[in-house]
């Protein structure tokens, strides 16, 4: 493993100073998405295989994984989910296949984002961007109390402050995307959301391109959310729509 400090002013960047694990078998592309990274104003650490992603993960508490599904020992569905067992941290999944399926199984084990490759680097810098943002909004919702904290919506019950939710007497174990997203819908219940509205305000993208990782994620949410929830409007977006109690 190596590790990087970053020496750049990154005063006015999302996630100043943070650290990102990177956990990934072919050398070149680590190295490169690490200096990438480095230059940015981050922090990085390499891991080349599964067993030493999960130790560094706990060693290290980065506020951000990148991770490889193809990795030797241990392939990175199974990282996630150690990762995410121990330590709930947004992760951004990398593969070589660009299948629906893949992208479903990734965010079912606690995957936050998901990129195929080969890709841009720019894309992933503006990616993990969006990731740091996200989660400096969950530690600034963290601070708030009382009522203002609940958003309460059928048999729904979302805590922000803590960020847990409940239906009914179950809890419901989000990922922090699928958190925001679900905020989001519930905070305009009724009210049509359009892909493109839900990718600029959850994952601060404005490239329409993205709108697939929006389907992706409310499959995720109906599938730990009931799938009564969520109403599909054909061409336009979605609506949180709870039945009546």
């Known amino acids: ?16 100073g943070a650290t990102i694990l990177i956990v990934e078998d072919e050398p070149a592309i680590a190295t490169a998405i690490a200096q990438r990274l480095t230059s940015e104003g981050w922090r990085t650490e390499v891991a080349r295989d599964g067993l030493s ?5 706990n060693r290290i508490k980065p506020d951000v994984v990148v991770l490889d599904v193809m990795l030797p020992g241990i392939d990175g569905l199974e990282v996630c989910r150690r990762i995410q067992a121990e330590n709930p941290v947004p992760v951004l999944m990398l593969t070589a296949r660009d299948d629906e399926t893949d992208m479903l199984i990734g965010l079912g084990v606690g995957a936050d984002d998901y990129m195929t490759k080969p890709f841009s680097m720019r894309e992933l810098v503006a990616r993990l961007k969006a990731l ?6 969950a530690a600034q919702a963290s ?18 402050a803590q960020r847990r939710v409940h239906r009914g007497e179950e809890e419901i174990h989000l ?18 959301q359009t892909r493109e509205h839900l990718l600029a305000e959850v994952w601060d993208w404005v490239d329409a391109s993205g709108t697939r990782t929006v389907d992706s994620h409310i499959k995720a949410l109906r599938r730990k959310l009931g799938a009564d929830l969520i109403r599909t409007v054909h061409g336009v977006g979605y609506a ?6």
């Open 1 to 16: 493993m190596s590790y990087q400090n970053a020496h750049n002013d990154a005063s006015t960047r999302p996630g100043m």
């Open 53 to 57: 992603g999960v130790e560094a993960a």
């Open 132 to 137: 740091l943002r996200r989660v400096d909004r």
């Open 143 to 160: 601070n708030t109390s009382g009522a203002d904290a609940l958003i309460t919506v059928g048999d729904v019950v979302i805590d922000r």
């Open 175 to 192: 990922t922090p995307t699928e958190f925001e997203l679900l905020v989001m819908l519930a905070s305009s219940p009724k009210t049509v």
């Open 240 to 245: 949180f729509e709870p039945p009546a109690l």
